[in-house]
Structures are given as structure tokens and as C-alpha cells.
């Protein structure tokens, strides 16, 4: 069944915090194979500037896409997350991520789509800290496989 287009616009209210520490940064960067000391060591990451150490860019995927299930999960949507591949995935970071911030993230809806078959549903999650400094901007392009055409078949 093909997705419900009046979801385009539609946005869903902050996420619970999400408290970011020293440990999950370094096992972050160490999955990833990130061997910068900024992301290990905090002596290192304060003498760059940092008030702690950062995680690697990509930490930003933990917290959106655990955001992000507040839109997948929604019956009135009709995704079935069975059929769906992650399409794209790009960050724009404002700073880095520390070790300390407590993150909320509100989950946007820029656009649905019919291609091919597929329904493709461009999600953009702002995470922010409680206090509401902006800090990335993730967007992820979500195809739903073969949904666009059921209501035809």
C-alpha cells in the first residue's frame, strides 16, 4: 500500500533525552574505527578546544534513527518496515556531539514519493540539546520496496 502523502509536513514532538557519555563515544569510535584521541582521551579533547571529548560525525545516527521510530512505527503511516532500505544518510553538523550533552530530536517529514514502484519518504531529524542548541541536522532517505504498486496490483 502506498504511503500516506499527508504526512509530508508533519513533524512529531522532541524524543527523550538521549545523554551522551564518554563510554558510548569511545565505543562508537572504536565500531567505526575512529582512532582519534578527541573521541578517547579528555585531556586531549580539551586541549583542542572541546569542553570534553566528541564523537565521530556519524555518532549523530545513534539518536536520529532511534528518533525516527516514532515515524516508522506509525500505524497511520502504513510503512512496513519489512520492505525498507536505508537509501541516504547526510549530516550537517552545527558542532560536535560531547561527552555530557543531553540530546532531543524532533523527527520532520520533507517528502514522500513514488518511484519505480517504491515509496521513498525523506525524513529530517534536528538534534538538539535540551536547552535547544542545534546541533546536527541528519537527513535519511528511507525506500519502502515494491509499496507504491500493491494498490495497483
Known amino acids: 500500500m502506498a504511503l500516506d502523502q499527508s504526512f509530508i509536513g508533519r513533524s512529531y514532538p522532541p524524543s527523550p533525552a538521549y545523554e551522551v557519555s564518554r563510554e558510548k563515544i569511545r565505543e562508537f569510535a572504536e565500531a567505526v574505527g575512529a582512532p582519534s584521541a578527541l573521541h578517547r582521551d579528555q585531556e586531549a579533547a580539551k586541549a583542542a578546544g572541546y569542553p570534553d571529548v566528541i564523537a565521530p560525525p556519524t555518532f549523530a545516527i545513534l539518536v536520529s534513527m532511534k528518533a525516527n521510530e ?3 512505527k506509525d500505524p497511520e503511516l502504513g510503512l512496513d518496515y519489512t520492505r525498507v532500505v536505508h537509501g541516504d544518510q547526510t549530516f550537517a553538523h552545527h558542532r560536535p556531539i560531547t561527552a555530557g550533552d543531553r540530546l532531543v530530536v524532533t523527527t520532520h517529514v520533507d517528502a514522500i514519493n513514488s ?16 536547552e535547544g542548541e542545534q546541533i546536527t541536522t541528519a537527513r535519511s532517505t528511507l525506500v519502502a520496496r515494491g509499496t507504491a504498486t500493491e494498490d495497483q496490483a
Do not use: F, K, P
Not at 518511484?115 to 535540551?130: F, K, L, P, Q
Open 115 to 130: 518511484r519505480m514502484g517504491n515509496d521513498i519518504i525523506s525524513v529530517r531529524a534536528e538534534v538538539s540539546t535540551e
Open 70 to 72: 516514532v515515524l516508522v
